[in-house]
């Protein structure tokens, strides 16, 4: 039986490259089918790709960190002395590239489609929000063990091939003594474990505290301090820090970068009148906690007004690709949210044939998942129309950069109170009124700027009478 080789799977209809995060097998291990092979990640999730054969890794053909095309061999794996270069001679050329564009074809055949599901591949995936690279430990394990201050090295593993994962650090954590903060930090300060931990404090409750440890301020102070001072010996300058551009950040700044190369950005800025979305937020928050609304927010307003606007301008829910336009029958609204790891683009499916409660349950459990980074590849691929919301942040208005392939994107912005003339013959004159900004980003090469400015006002026009489209 050949060799079977690791290929890169694609995640989604628009990724062109993955980034290795790590390797957690080396060349000479054993594996199964299931087992973990390495971790990698777009610019939208981290992913962990599996063996998908049974045998010996006879050749990794990428290293941590490299960019490798989707459909691309990554690994080969096999029996022990077969001819690793001849498995990947009869596998044939790389053709990511190939298979990429013969992909899009299929996705872009004809002027109105529906989004199609990515496509399933021979090495399964799942998600992470590690960026860890041990061998024998996944990155949730990781990032939980260095969040509780748990020496890894510690922890018996559990997994496949006695590989380390959440759980195993999570009993630990049940059978340690509780520490206060202070010695919690100490521990991640010194680097020192929890395997000789005492089973009782003399903090509160039995708490752990720093003189538990054994660990002084002075050492604590001494350990910073010697960290630091080898961070700036290798940069060479110690009022600088040097971050490589790598991995997701990496990988978004060229997304961004083809984004604004390839296309003919421009945007729009307006105001709606925002008195109904107040009131009605407030009428929400104070309703029967059993009708389900009080956790309705103002964004979730504006999601569910662009949802039923879009089903009345086709030519603003399309993608470009290539030299074609590929306009969807239904609205799925990719939804921008800000984690630790970078910006995710979460989609709300069929947005518009969801309720507003619906669409507000939606927006939280995909922000949810891309947060803790449990979301899934399918949950990030697909959106077909993009809103920003920065009006937490005070922003008045903005240039959202459009999430190719898309057409258009939509950034939602503060809240200000805007002069306004009053009915001719009111004595006041003027009176000052709520507008929430709006920003729409267009692709010139698909969008006229008088249609597109039409969009944005009858959009403006359904955020003001916000009441009557729930109504409809």
């Known amino acids: 039986m050949m060799a079977h080789i690791v290929i890169m799977p694609r ?25 973990p092979l390495c971790d990698v990640e777009t610019d939208k999730a981290t992913f962990e790709i599996v063996a998908g054969a049974e045998g010996i890794v006879l050749k990794i053909l990428h290293e941590a960190g490299d960019d490798v095309p989707v459909l691309e061999p990554i690994a080969v794996i096999g029996k022990i002395g077969e001819n690793w ?9 790389s053709s990511g590239s190939s298979a990429s564009a013969g992909h899009t074809e299929m996705a872009s055949s004809g002027l109105k489609s529906e989004p199609l599901s990515p496509v399933s591949t021979a090495a399964a995936s799942v998600p992470t929000n590690s960026l860890s690279s041990a061998a024998a430990v996944s990155p949730r394990a990781r990032q939980l063990a260095a969040r509780a ?13 006695g590989r380390i994962i959440e759980r195993d650090v999570q009993a630990t954590l049940e059978h340690r003594p509780a520490l206060t903060a202070a010695a919690r930090a100490a521990l991640s300060s010194e680097g020192a474990g929890a395997a000789n931990l005492a089973d009782a404090g003399t903090g509160i409750g039995g708490r752990l505290r720093e003189a538990d440890l054994g660990i002084t301020k002075e050492k604590v102070d001494s350990s910073i301090a010697a960290s630091a001072s080898s961070q700036a010996a290798a940069l060479g300058t110690p009022e600088q820090i040097e ?29 709606a009148r925002a008195d109904k979305l107040l009131e009605l937020r407030q009428r929400f928050k104070t309703s029967n906690q059993d009708l389900g609304l009080s956790g309705i927010t103002i964004n979730d307003l504006v999601l569910f007004a662009v949802s039923r ?47 507003l409660v619906q669409i507000s349950s939606e927006a939280k459990r995909l922000a949810a998942a891309c947060q803790n980074g449990t979301i899934m590849a399918d949950e990030l691929n697909g959106s077909t129309f993009t809103v920003t919301n920065l009006g937490s942040l005070g922003i008045e208005s903005f240039t959202p950069v459009i999430n190719i392939p898309e057409v258009a994107i939509l950034g939602v912005c503060n809240i200000e109170l805007k002069p306004i003339a009053k009915a001719q013959g009111d004595p006041d004159g003027i009176e000052f009124v709520p507008h929430i900004g709006l920003s729409l980003t267009i692709n010139h090469q698909v969008v006229d700027g008088a249609p597109a400015a039409r969009f944005l006002k009858a959009l403006c026009d359904a955020i003001s009478q916000i009441d009557l489209w729930l109504a409809h």
Not at 149 to 161: E, M, R, Y
Not at 244 to 266: E, H, N, V, W, Y
Not at 318 to 343: F, N, P, Q, W
């Open 11 to 35: 995640q989604g209809n628009t990724v062109e490259s993955c980034v290795i995060v790590g390797w957690n097998k080396k060349e000479g291990d054993t594996v199964q089918a299931d087992s």
């Open 85 to 93: 270069q001849d498995a990947l001679a009869a596998h044939g050329p």
């Open 149 to 161: 201050a748990v020496d890894i090295s510690s922890v018996a593993g559990t997994g496949p091939g």
């Open 243 to 271: 971050t490589p551009l790598k991995g997701i950040r990496k990988i978004i700044s060229d997304r961004m970068l083809q984004s604004l190369s390839s296309t003919a950005q421009f945007t729009l800025n307006s105001r």
């Open 309 to 355: 606007v879009l089903s009345h301008y086709p030519f603003m829910n399309a993608h470009k690709i290539d030299d074609r336009i590929i306009t969807y029958r239904s609205v799925h609204l990719g939804l921008a949210v800000d984690t630790e790891r970078g910006l995710m683009v979460p989609v709300i499916r069929n947005a518009d044939r969801l309720s």
